[in-house]
């Protein structure tokens, strides 16, 4: 449970607790409101994770070095089954193709641009690792439990549409979907569950959501499960059709 929470970027600054990452205490060092906040986030997770410990093991992620866009293809196509993380090399990538289709994404999934020098080394920022597509489809996930999008410049046709969806029957009990220093055109994510009971929350921290062709730049939807949405210091700004939430 310990190496689980701490494993990941060894000098990683704010992502999701219930993720691989800690929380945003980085970014905020100095301000005792701030780390009340972050702890209190944290010590319900370590109850729910040593309850989860206590019935059954926590799923370790594979880790994959992306250095091109067909290893991209094949990592998500591999995050189906089995949480991945994916450390992608600083460049430009082709959207994979399983976006299009609406590809499954096991819980505990990262996709995580910046990296260097075969994944040794990395730095941090949006505009270093871009996946780009003109594909007109609008690309989606149905995201089986938590998610991480970071440092990375999603520059698509569409919103990028991030779904929970109960239709699936395994999806984890909670869910936490973090997108964070990321540049992204258009973003919309739905909890669907009114017949299973997800917790979780969304949090978009450090994003500039720019270019989206849709009337909502950022648009979420909660059909049976509400979850709490964290929006901190991110920029909306110079898209196509009528900008906003």
Known sequence: FIRRLQSGRPDSAANHPHTRFLPHLSYYPANPAYLESAMNRILPSIF???????????ANASVYCVHNSAEL????LMAQTQPMTIQ?????YAMPPAWEVGTDVKGG?????????N???????????????NNAIAPSMNVKGSIVLADLTISLPAPLEIYVDDYLEDLDQFIYITVERSTISGLYVSFDAPFTS?????????TLIVHANSDCALKFNMYGTMVPIHLINNTVANNTRDPGL
């Not at 293809?73 to 998500?76: D, T």
């Not at 999934?109 to 020098?117: P, R, V």
């Open 48 to 58: 729910v994770c040593v309850a989860c410990v206590l019935g059954a093991s926590v």
């Open 73 to 76: 293809q094949e990592a998500a």
């Open 88 to 92: 992608i090399m600083q460049g430009t």
């Open 109 to 117: 999934t990262d996709y995580l641009g910046g990296y260097l020098n």
């Open 119 to 133: 994944c040794t080394g990395y730095q941090y920022g949006a505009a270093n690792t871009v996946i780009q597509s």
């Open 198 to 206: 997800v917790g979780g929350d969304v949090t978009i921290q450090d």
